[in-house]
C-alpha cells in the first residue's frame, strides 16, 4: 500500500484494508448490473448455458478426421472441447528453443501469486524462476502478448493448428487492425500457480495450448449472483474503441488445499485428486459457488471455451502455454451483443431484421455504431475505409511450408544442446525447460 508514503518514520497513517494488487481499479459488479438495468442482464445459469449444462468434449487428433469433426457453431458457444496431441513433443521443445532464442532476453512482467509481488525479468528469467522460485503459497506466474510477435513465431504454431482455429474461421480477422484484440500470448507458471478469476472481454471463444506441464480449469456461469459473491470488477477493452469489457475478481478459488489454508506445498493430482476452496473467511459467499465444469489439461493439449464463463487455472508443475481467442459463429453474437449493450445503447438502432443478415454485415453495422461515436456521421463510412484497407493481406500470415519449417528446427537444436541427451522425439519440453532452467544446456 502506497498510504503513509512520505510520513516520518512511525508516524500513523490512514489504515487501508488489504486488498489484491489492481483490485479496486473497476466498476463493481453490482453498479455495472444496476447501471445497465434489465438489458442484457443474466440471471440464471440456464440462460447463461444456452439452456442446457455445458459439458466436456474430448477430441483425439490422431485419430483420422478428429479435428475436423469440430462443430464451428458450436464452439465457444455452451460446451467446453479438449484436443488431445495437438502438436507432439518435438514440435512443442523446437518452438519454445526458437522463442528462447529469438526473445529470451525481452523483458517481461511477473509476479507471485498469494504474496502479491510484482517485477519485471527477461523471458529466460522467467523460466528459471518458475522452475526453482516457485510453491502454492508463492507462486511465479508471466503473461506477455509480444514475445510471440516479435519472435516471429505465429506462423509455426498457427500452421499446427486445427482447421476450426485458423484465420479464415476466425472472424476477428475480417475487422480492421486497430479493432482486434491482441493476437498470441505466452503464459509460463510455476507449481502453484494460478491465474486471476475472470471473464474475457468481448466474451469471445477462448483457446489454450499447453505445450508443457498441466493445469486444473475451473469455470463458473456469468450471472448476477455469482458475479457479486465473486466481488467481482467490470474493467473497459482497452484501446481506441473501448468495445467492451471484462470482470475480474481478486479471489483465488485454489487458495485452501485439502482443508489447509495456502499451504506452500503444491498438491499432486497422481496420488488422488485434490479439493481446492477459496479463503472462507474473507469470501464466505464464494466458498458456496460451485463450478459448472472442471478440466484437467495436459502437455500438447488445446483447450477451446466459452470466454464468459468466470474461469480461472491452477498449474500442478512449471507450465508453458499459449493463450489465445477467435470470433466465430458460436460467439458472435454474444459478442455483438456485448459491443451494442456497452458501447452503443442498446438495440434501439438496429434495423429490422437484423440478426438474419449475413455476418459481416452485422459486424459492420455495430462496428460502425461505435466508430461513430467517435466521428458522428462519419463513423461508418471511416469503417469501411478502414475495412477495405486490409483485404488481401488477411489470411497470408499463417501460409506455412512445413517442409521447410522441419529442416529450420533441425538447425536450431543444435544450438540447445550439440550433443542432445535424447532425441527430441523422447525430451518432452518440461524436461528440456528444466534442464534450460538449470543452465544445464
Known amino acids: 500500500s502506497k498510504a503513509g508514503r512520505g510520513l516520518p518514520l ?40 444456452g439452456g442446457a449444462p455445458p459439458k466436456v468434449v474430448r477430441i483425439d487428433c490422431r485419430r483420422r478426421g478428429g479435428s475436423d469433426n469440430l462443430p464451428l457453431d458450436q464452439l465457444g458457444f455452451r460446451d467446453v472441447y479438449v484436443l488431445e496431441h495437438v502438436v507432439d513433443d518435438t514440435f512443442a521443445a523446437t518452438w519454445f528453443t526458437k522463442l528462447l532464442r529469438e526473445s529470451g532476453h525481452q523483458q517481461v512482467n511477473y509476479w507471485h501469486q498469494r504474496c502479491f509481488f510484482e517485477g519485471s525479468c527477461s523471458v529466460a528469467s522467467a523460466l528459471r524462476r518458475i522452475h526453482l522460485a516457485s510453491d502454492h503459497r508463492s507462486a511465479v506466474m508471466m503473461m506477455d502478448e509480444n514475445v510471440i510477435q516479435r519472435a516471429n513465431l505465429m506462423e509455426d504454431l498457427q500452421s499446427r493448428l486445427p482447421g476450426a482455429l485458423q484465420p479464415e474461421a476466425d472472424l476477428f480477422q475480417r475487422w480492421p487492425a486497430s479493432m482486434q484484440p491482441a493476437k498470441q500470448c505466452l503464459v509460463m507458471g510455476g507449481a502453484g500457480g494460478c491465474s486471476t478469476l475472470h471473464t474475457d472481454m468481448l466474451g469471445w471463444t477462448g483457446w489454450n495450448l499447453l505445450l508443457a506441464g498441466s493445469k486444473h480449469w475451473k469455470f463458473f456461469p456469468p450471472v448476477e449472483e455469482v458475479g457479486e459473491a465473486f466481488d467481482a470488477e467490470v474493467r473497459e477493452m482497452g484501446g481506441q474503441f473501448h468495445l467492451g469489457f471484462s ?66 487455472t491452477y498449474h500442478y508443475e ?120 538449470l543452465g544445464s544446456v
Open 10 to 49: 512511525g508516524a500513523a497513517g490512514p489504515v487501508m484494508e488489504q486488498r489484491d494488487p489492481g483490485h479496486g481499479r473497476g466498476l463493481s459488479w453490482a453498479a455495472f448490473v444496476a447501471a445497465r438495468g434489465e438489458e442484457g442482464r443474466t440471471t440464471t445459469t440456464t440462460a447463461a448455458t
Open 247 to 312: 470482470c475480474t475478481s481478486p479471489i483465488d478459488m485454489y487458495h485452501t488445499v485439502n482443508g489447509e489454508p495456502c499451504p506452500e506445498r503444491v498438491p499432486d493430482p497422481r496420488c488422488g485428486r485434490p479439493s481446492f476452496a477459496p479463503d472462507a473467511r474473507r469470501y464466505p459467499a464464494a466458498a458456496g459457488v460451485e463450478p459448472l465444469i472442471e478440466v484437467m489439461q495436459g502437455p500438447n493439449e488445446l483447450i477451446i471455451f466459452p470466454a464468459h464463463y468466470f474461469h480461472q
Open 318 to 437: 512449471p507450465t508453458i502455454a499459449i493463450a489465445c481467442q477467435m470470433l466465430n459463429k458460436g460467439c458472435l453474437d454474444r459478442v455483438l451483443n456485448q459491443i451494442l449493450n456497452f458501447r452503443c445503447g442498446g438495440h434501439a438502432s438496429l434495423p429490422l431484421g437484423f440478426w438474419g443478415r449475413p455476418e459481416e454485415e452485422q459486424m459492420k453495422f455495430v462496428l460502425g455504431l461505435v466508430a461513430d461515436k467517435l466521428w458522428p456521421g462519419r463513423g461508418h463510412s471511416y469503417l469501411e475505409q478502414m475495412w477495405n484497407g486490409k483485404r488481401g493481406l488477411r489470411h497470408a500470415a499463417w501460409m506455412v511450408n512445413r517442409d521447410e519449417e522441419e529442416e529450420d528446427d533441425e538447425e536450431v537444436l543444435e544450438w540447445i544442446d550439440e550433443e542432445p541427451a535424447a532425441p527430441p522425439s523422447a525430451q518432452p519440453l518440461s524436461r528440456l525447460a528444466l534442464r534450460l532452467a
